[in-house]
């Protein structure tokens, strides 16, 4: 029997509703629960998993949408339940810092504030971009669900000003050592980031982590920046101000392949700049140096030459065939997942799935790769970084069987990451490993011993329990394909050439360099990420926003334009 309550007006962030979904979901009585805020988007989440109700179409953006499946009426100990963990989720919040409800109260609270980070629903991004970019402030945009030209507008305003619009739909950056969003803490070091690939940058910056050297910057610029759309704006303004910045020596950056006509004005900036520079692009293969800037084959070359290293240099463990026949990999990390798809891709003398059809990167004679955190596997759900169930379920299905696999899998730690990833995978693993001993677990981590999770903790609670932990996204590849016994592709060794004197002088904004030299971060959305840039020393304020305009699209984009 399903139950419907709506509470008007009672707005909650997105991930804080999927907790308390999950949580009251345990109640005695309660088969399950779905809650979520009103907007279009979740109605029809709410019709496509079978828990929409008539009552439901007279909800609002701005309503909270409690259905709840249950034989008998749980109303009343479920209201319960829900106003003690919004309550508690309130008390901690506000215990050790200060919360504000408006602009203007944020701006007075938080003197000299440069950087607006958003985690709210995507339709109300433009409004509350413009606002910020209005008031002098740079902006970090982790939400998703923005329009490409919204995107195009707001990007090509900030740069108008001189400002800078990370994203839509970055989840990560780090700048000056302060995490934003979804972030590693990386020791800090001279290599500045810049990237169009969220565990991409996460990958290289905790390899440089681990192998000595830190980082100075890392610039998230959302995966549509190097678009023919969107233009690299983003990416550009990045480059420029790492360019310029006194803490960087050397320039990583990361995409997938950009746009033709992008992917030349990106070079042609590149050349100009008076530092050496390391490209990484996701399934690019055997580009030769050109001047200063060097082409890596994958994330882990990526890190080794930002050091002066080369691959030559790196850890293995000698893994040789076993039996198995084919790789299951199921990964978190979406840039992880391309990198395992298309160094497997040319094992097998195919091309990767560069459509990402249903999540699968890869798909061939049994051999699957997938983004668990495509939006098609997290649509009215929590992310696989934060909430193991969906992956669970994947390991059971495609484990049940007989034949020999190797099944290879990603553990991203840091901010926003759940808090103890090896501990909720590992039951089902260890479950596995007694009933299916035809299948290998090789794992992942991508992490730091400074992240709230510790690299070397993760590591440890796999190892104890026999699983192979590989020293990086590409080992854990190489190793895959050693076990089914194929052959692991090899790449020419490189080194970063020398950088000759230039004339050309790149210019970045002194509101895009103070950003840099001290991020002090308004934080509109989720708790978490405030908390974490004050954890590691920065400043804060949160901004307990709420729709505007009675949460109406339409009205929102006018209020927008006005502004």
């Given at each position: 029997m399903l139950t419907t309550i709506i509470q008007a007006n009672t707005y909650q962030d997105s991930v804080t509703l999927m907790v308390l979904s999950n949580h009251v979901s345990s109640l005695e009585g309660i088969n399950k629960v779905s809650i979520m805020?009103?907007?279009?988007?979740?109605?029809?989440?709410?019709?496509?998993?079978?828990?929409?109700?008539?009552?439901?179409?007279?909800?609002?953006?701005?309503?909270?949408?409690?259905?709840?499946?249950?034989?008998t009426d749980q109303t009343e100990p479920l209201l319960k339940a829900i106003h003690d963990f919004l309550n508690?989720?309130?008390?901690?919040?506000?215990?050790?810092?200060t919360e504000v409800r408006s602009w203007k109260a944020a701006l007075e609270e938080l003197p000299g504030a440069n950087l607006a980070l958003l985690s709210i629903p995507g339709q109300y991004v433009e409004y509350e971009t413009r606002k910020a970019l209005n008031q002098g402030l740079n902006v970090h945009i982790f939400s998703d669900n923005v329009p490409v030209e919204v995107e195009r507008e707001l990007k090509q305003l900030a740069d108008d000003k001189g400002l800078l619009v990370m994203g839509p739909d970055c989840g990560t950056a780090s700048l000056a050592g302060i995490p934003l969003a979804?972030?590693?803490?990386?020791?800090?070091?001279?290599?500045?980031?810049?990237?169009?690939?969220?565990?991409?940058?996460?990958?290289?910056?905790?390899?440089?982590?681990?192998?000595?050297?830190?980082?100075?910057?890392?610039?998230?610029?959302?995966?549509?920046?190097?678009?023919?759309?969107?233009?690299?704006i983003s990416m550009k303004a990045g480059i420029r101000a790492l360019a310029e910045d006194v803490t960087t020596d050397t320039i990583v950056v990361i995409s997938k392949p950009p746009a033709k006509e992008v992917r030349e004005e990106i070079e042609q900036l590149l050349q100009q700049v008076n530092k050496p520079v390391v490209a990484f692009f996701v399934g690019d293969h055997g580009l030769a140096p050109v001047n200063h800037v060097v082409y890596a084959d994958t994330s882990e070359e990526a890190a080794l030459?930002?050091?002066?290293?080369?691959?030559?240099?790196?850890?293995?463990?000698?893994?040789?065939?076993?039996?198995?026949?084919?790789?299951?990999?199921?990964?978190?990390?979406?840039?992880?997942?391309?990198?395992?798809?298309?160094?497997?891709g040319l094992s097998f003398g195919v091309e990767a799935d560069r459509e990402h059809r249903d999540g699968f990167s890869f798909d061939y004679d049994g051999n699957v790769v997938i983004d668990l955190g495509d939006d098609v596997y997290t649509q009215g759900k929590p992310h696989p970084m934060i909430d193991p169930s969906t992956r669970i379920d994947f390991i059971n299905r495609y484990c049940d069987t007989d034949e020999s696999i190797v099944l290879l899998l990603d553990n991203?730690?840091?901010?926003?990451?759940?808090?103890?990833?090896?501990?909720?995978?590992?039951?089902?693993?260890?479950?596995?490993?007694?009933?299916?001993?035809?299948?290998?677990?090789?794992?992942?981590?991508c992490g730091t011993e400074q992240d709230p999770q510790r690299y070397s903790a993760q590591k440890q609670l796999f190892e104890a329990a026999g699983i192979l932990v590989a020293e990086s996204n590409v080992a854990a590849v190489e190793y895959a394909l050693r076990m089914i016994g194929k052959e692991v592709p090899q790449f020419?060794?490189?080194?970063?050439?020398?950088?000759?004197?230039?004339?050309?002088?790149?210019?970045?904004s002194e509101a895009i360099q103070q950003l840099l030299r001290a991020p002090k971060v308004?934080?509109?959305?989720?708790?978490?990420?405030?908390?974490?840039?004050?954890?590691?020393?920065?400043?804060?304020?949160?901004?307990?926003?709420?729709?505007?305009?009675?949460?109406?699209?339409?009205?929102?984009?006018?209020?927008?334009?006005?502004?």
């Open positions: 805020m009103g907007t279009p988007a979740n109605l029809d989440i709410f019709k496509s998993t079978g828990f929409y109700t008539e009552e439901l179409e007279a909800a609002t953006p701005q309503d909270m949408c409690i259905v709840v499946d249950a034989e508690n989720q309130t008390k901690q919040a506000g215990a050790d810092k979804f972030t590693n803490v990386v020791r800090e070091g001279r290599v500045g980031i810049v990237g169009a690939s969220g565990t991409g940058i996460q990958e290289v910056a905790t390899l440089i982590d681990r192998l000595g050297g830190g980082v100075s910057h890392a610039i998230g610029t959302g995966g549509r920046d190097l678009s023919t759309e969107i233009g690299g030459l930002a050091l002066g290293k080369s691959t030559q240099e790196r850890n293995r463990t000698e893994v040789t065939s076993n039996g198995a026949s084919r790789i299951i990999g199921l990964f978190s990390g979406g840039t992880l997942a391309a990198e395992t798809a298309d160094l497997m991203v730690l840091g901010y926003g990451s759940h808090e103890n990833m090896a501990g909720a995978l590992l039951p089902t693993l260890t479950k596995l490993q007694a009933t299916r001993p035809n299948v290998e677990v090789i794992v992942n981590v020419k060794q490189k080194t970063v050439p020398s950088v000759e004197p230039s004339t050309h002088k790149i210019e970045s308004v934080n509109l959305g989720l708790r978490s990420f405030a908390d974490a840039v004050i954890s590691e020393g920065g400043h804060s304020v949160q901004y307990n926003w709420q729709p505007t305009a009675g949460g109406k699209p339409h009205l929102q984009r006018l209020l927008a334009l006005m502004s």
